[in-house]
């Protein structure tokens, strides 16, 4: 469950691009892990450092190069990583133990904190493992930094999976450039090792329809069901197949499929069904949805109402009311700039060939 995120994320937080491999789920990790070793490093390229987690006896598939333990109540141990600087600097990197959860595309989150988290959770990953010594460490040039993190297992009989991830970035990072009149982007190249305990017997999956809400994600409007796993385990490879319809006109208003999500133990996934350019209307709704993988099947069904008021907000904020995609402004955006640099160009040329003739003259 090591994986590679490289975030450009601009500042004053308009916006961020994940590049790289990340792997959300443990046994996706096994199966693309090329090392057999108990403790495998993660490849740095250009990032200017990497991790290795040091595997102790207790994991329970040895060719995991995360940490796939097998704990017991009460159990208190020490887990260690080493972090690699491959620069001729000293680097500083910042490290940090996230609480597994779900996020809204359907995928486990290693790397972010969740804001809130179910009701369901007893033991947050972070609040039984604790890093030892500082957050922030300095690895050395060509040299390597072991960092340390606490494990203390509950007292209490834990029935299944505690999920979470060891956070580890690039706290040095400069910002690459600056163009004047515009914002500064900054790279920011982070690792997450996996940290998957078990304990006594893993549960089956539990997963209920909590709610359906009119809503918005990143101010598009949409419908949202909200699913939850009560169950101390992962369940994995889910598809979804959904249909909004009317009660008032007995037409559907929205069907969609999605495939290949994966929801995190004791976590709840606010599923976004966005309706686009279509507006939120007011009314009384019914939610079909048959969910399913390879061993369960679970089909909801829930009436829910918009009202007017809850229509009108959204559909007032709703970036989905442009008249024009902000894709095309990036577009026509980029085409006006490089018209004006050939105007400038041609100019520049213009008046130097100008110039040129008069000498001669």
Known sequence: ???????WQKILLVGALVMGLQLVQPALAAKNSSSSNSSSVAQSGSIGFSVSAKIPDNQIHKKNSYFDLKMTKGKSQVLKTVIYNTTNRDIKVQTA??????NTNGVIDYVTPAKTYDSSLLYKMSDITKLQGAKTVTVPANGSKVVSAQVTMPNKNFN?????GWYFRRADDKVTGTVKGSMNIKN????VIGLKYTEGTVPSPKLTLEKVTAGMENYHRGIFPYLRNTSATIISNLTMNTTVTSKN???????EKKQNVQIAPNS??????????TKLQAGKYHLHMVVKNSEHRWVFDKDFTISEATANEYNKKSVDNAGINIIWFIVFGALGMLILVLLILWLFFFLKKRRQNKDKD
Do not use: C, D, E
């Open 1 to 7: 469950m090591r994986f590679f995120t490289a975030t």
């Open 160 to 164: 299944g999976v505690i999920l979470g």
């Open 97 to 102: 133990i996230h609480t597994a959860y779900t």
């Open 268 to 277: 709840f996934f606010k599923y976004p069904l966005l309706t686009g350019s």
């Open 249 to 255: 006109s007995g037409k559907v208003v929205k069907k």
């Open 188 to 191: 920011q190249y982070s690792y």
